[in-house]
T-cell receptor
Framework: AQTVTQSQPEMSVQEAETVTLSCTYD???????LFWYKQPPSRQMILVIR??????QNATENRFSVNFQKAAKSFSLKISDSQLGDAAMYFCAYRSSFNDYKLSFGAGTTVTVRA | DSGVTQTPKHLITATGQRVTLRCSPR?????VYWYQQSLDQGLQFLIQ???????AKGNILERFSAQQFPDLHSELNLSSLELGDSALYFCASSAASGSAKNIQYFGAGTRLSVL
């Protein structure tokens, strides 16, 4: 079974600054997908960014970017120019490319943005 | 708005009772996934349906069951409810093909409180 670990329960960032969230995973597969989901106080799960394991280029979505290190099984999320609306719980998730399409989630990191 | 609709938003019931949670996937999506989010267990995959058939099973209790109907909506049935079943239940859907095939879009969730 795939295990996803988020070692930072909480992170705090000043508005307009940058914060990086860590995620590591354990898998024996060579092809898979990684995701970051955001869960604001409304509880809605919102996709932030995704990365295909076969792509070496790191994914970027506006102020959000990832640092994907396949050999190290690491998938960190960088939030640049942090905004008050970025305050939320962030979950890292793994999805196999094979038969089992479920998402395996980490425990989450709560991000607080200071004005 | 993800396009995934879950009803009801909130459900309050007593131990021993049975409830049904409903999910309408995004238009055209054939896969439906159910997840449970609780304080002690985090986000856990329960079950997946694809075009009416069960595709994968996770940590779903025998007291829980699900089905997907010909119109592709899905229902999660929880019976003999216990206090520990109190949680946020999410439904997600994904496309069968195309660039969005590997992305799961989540509904707003149903918060179940068992008293």
């Amino acid at each position: 079974a795939q295990t996803v670990t988020q070692s930072q329960p909480e992170m705090s960032v000043q508005e307009a600054e940058t914060v990086t969230l860590s995620c590591t995973y354990d898998t024996s597969e060579s092809d898979y997908y990684l995701f970051w989901y955001k869960q604001p106080p409304s509880r809605q799960m919102i996709l932030v960014i995704r990365q295909e394991a076969y792509k070496q280029q790191n994914a970027t979505e506006n102020r959000f970017s990832v640092n994907f290190q396949k050999a190290a099984k690491s998938f960190s999320l960088k939030i640049s120019d942090s905004q008050l609306g970025d305050a939320a719980m962030y979950f890292c998730a793994y999805r196999s490319s094979f038969n089992d399409y479920k998402l395996s989630f980490g425990a989450g990191t709560t991000v607080t943005v200071r004005a | 708005d993800s396009g995934v609709t879950q009803t009801p938003k909130h459900l309050i019931t007593a131990t021993g009772q049975r409830v049904t949670l409903r999910c309408s996937p995004r238009s055209g999506d054939l896969s439906v996934y159910w997840y449970q989010q609780s304080l002690d267990q985090g986000l856990q995959f329960l079950i997946q349906y694809y075009n009416g058939e069960e595709r994968a099973k996770g940590n779903i209790l025998e007291r829980f069951s699900a089905q997907q109907f010909p119109d592709l909506h899905s229902e999660l049935n929880l019976s003999s409810l216990e206090l520990g079943d109190s949680a946020l239940y999410f439904c997600a859907s994904s496309a069968a093909s195309g660039s969005a095939k590997n992305i799961q879009y989540f509904g707003a969730g149903t918060r179940l409180s068992v008293l």
